[in-house]
């Protein structure tokens, strides 16, 4: 299965058109670092202008921590569309080529063919996260420093000192690459059943925008079953960013504040890729390849 794994993703980074979330990416990073570096005052004036009359909040607020924060909350909405660019074509492509009905007629099984395009789909995302980390924080500690973190939230300001930082962010980053990754497994089952990549990108957009809606109406009806929607979990990076609090109200530094909610939409997005990698798999081995 290497060998065809190797392939695979030759195939997928032989594309021209793969490197454009790249490009897609570095641009919206720089335009972000950009503004923040002339304007950001003015934003955390803004943002700390109920904060700033009862007390000061001191240190360099605008750091790399900072501007990689902002950096993932930007992104991570849309980098789902990238990623399903890739995985809803890696069958669906073959079909558009006529190359698939050859795919299947080689001496491995079709178990194994899709696995290897499904793990080749999912180094391409790990790929698009680490440029994401290396421009997004990386990048951004080295032009803008490094310093606590403050997490804005709609009904607290969350102060994170700054050696307790950087493994929050290898946390997110981790997560996030697991709630992407099921994003390009649900890009990958569409893609079983379509003659051309269109169909399925335009079908996992549509299944992540109707399940997000889902996700934030507080109606009674959706409420029971909205904890099972992949769309509800995906921001669950950010958990990794509050702490724990002492009877006092004080913050305790190294602890995140609801870990097993953490690990249960962890849990829940991995539940997702075995169950669409699996349904990939069963409708493909009863498929009748004409392509």
């Not at 002339?38 to 001191?58: H, R």
């Not at 194994?112 to 995302?125: E, G, H, P, Q, W």
């Not at 290396?134 to 997490?151: A, Q, R």
């Amino acid at each position: 299965m290497w060998k065809l794994i190797k392939i695979e993703v030759f195939k997928i980074f032989k594309k021209p058109r793969t490197y454009i979330a790249f490009i897609a990416i570095w641009a919206i990073v720089s335009l972000i670092q950009l503004a923040l570096y002339v304007d950001g005052q003015k934003y955390i004036d803004f943002v700390l202008s109920g904060v700033n009359d009862t007390f000061k909040v001191g240190g360099k607020i605008i750091n790399g921590y900072f501007v990689c924060f902002i950096i993932l909350q930007t992104l991570l909405i849309h980098v789902p569309l990238l990623v399903a660019l890739v995985s809803a074509d890696m069958v669906a492509g073959e079909a558009n080529m006529g190359t698939l009905r050859l795919l299947v007629t080689k001496p491995q099984s079709r178990t194994t063919l899709l696995l290897s395009k499904f793990i080749a789909s999912s180094v391409y995302t790990i790929a698009l996260l680490l440029w994401i980390a290396v421009i997004g924080l990386f990048l951004s500690m080295f032009i803008f420093g490094t310093d606590g973190l403050i997490n804005a939230k709609s009904d607290q300001i969350i102060l994170l000192n700054a050696n307790d930082v950087f493994w929050r962010y290898l946390c997110a980053f981790a997560f996030a690459e697991l709630a992407l990754i099921t994003v390009g497994s649900l890009g990958f089952f569409f893609s079983i059943f379509a003659e051309n990549s269109l169909g399925p990108i335009v079908a996992t957009m549509s299944v992540i925008i109707v399940f997000t809606i889902l996700s934030t109406l507080e109606i009674p009806l959706f409420e029971s079953v909205k904890q099972y929607f992949f769309t509800t979990h995906m921001i669950g990076w950010k958990g990794f960013f509050e702490m724990k609090q002492t009877a006092e109200g004080d913050s305790i530094p190294g602890t995140i504040r609801n870990l097993p909610a953490v690990l249960r939409s962890a849990g829940v997005l991995l539940a997702h890729i075995v169950f669409f990698v699996g349904a990939s798999i069963v409708v493909f081995k009863r498929k009748d390849v004409l392509s």
